[in-house]
């Protein structure tokens, strides 16, 4: 299965230009729902916080990628180094045909679109509590003509809507750092998963975290666990693309407060505090 060599409905290419305007105006009603999330009950916060981003605010080039990327062999782009990354998590979790992989927290679909074609698992299941990106993606994988090999469903990480050993893996690709409890999410991926099973994390946790991160897996049964940092091709390169990116024309579309966040001040200040992880644990 191949993807279309243009850019599929929803990607940031398709994107209707706004009026000055036009895009104040959004911008003040997305700062205002961003206002109200941490009134909203908790199950719903992280949701709320996407749906109100949604593709406008995206720094990709042509892709509907969330996801900082990863820029060890030097990609040309933010969509190529996203890429990459679905790439590492897909090789660490050693996918295959044979798999029925659960995949937790998957943005709009691309990195579930490209194990498909790259990797062709049996079966994907997205699963996401973000409502407008279940449907984009669900729209997308239609228009790819994926539909009988990934679906999109509505669930939380901590009480995934799942059969006890029903998938062989399961992963969270920049994700999990958003889920409410790491033991709770670690323990219903150990439940779903069938003896022999993965779960992979590319995930973000503060600084000297890691040992933690492990010790969590290894309490929630996993064996085999390696948690290994991917830092230093994460936020420096990051930082040294998206200097030149936040310049480009098409930029002024994203909300302000999301590029000073990821701007070069923006990145110092937090960036420092930041790890970056790929964490592998094993059901025996």
Known sequence: MTLHSSP?????????????????????????????????????????????VGPRNLFGEDSLFIN???????????????????????REAELGADDIQLDIGFGYGDQDFLWAREFGPQQIIGMNIATEQIEIATRR???????????????????????????????????????PSYPRFFAEAFRVLKPGGKLVTADIIMRND????????????????????????????LARYLGKRLRDPDMRRVNPVLRATFSG?????????ADYIIAVGTKM
Do not use: M
């Open 141 to 179: 994988a239609a228009e790819l003509g994926l539909s009988d090999q990934i679906s999109f469903e509505y669930g939380s990480a901590i009480d995934l809507p799942r059969h006890d050993e029903s998938c062989t893996k399961v992963t969270a690709l920049e994700s999990a750092f958003h889920f």
């Open 210 to 237: 890691l040992r933690r991160y492990k010790k969590s897996l290894l309490e929630a049964g996993f064996d085999n666990v390696r948690v290994y940092s991917i830092r230093a091709d994460v936020y420096p390169p």
């Open 8 to 52: 599929p409905a929803h990607s940031t290419a398709a994107i209707p230009v706004e009026t000055l305007p036009e895009r104040t105006a959004r911008w003040a009603r997305e700062c205002a729902e961003w206002a109200k999330v941490p009134f909203l009950p908790a199950g719903t916060r992280v949701g709320r916080v996407y749906d109100v």
């Open 68 to 90: 900082l990327g990863y820029w060890h062999d030097n990609p040309a782009s933010l969509d190529e180094a996203s890429r990459d990354l679905a790439r590492l998590v897909a």
């Open 265 to 273: 001040p923006g990145l110092l200040a937090w960036g420092p505090w």
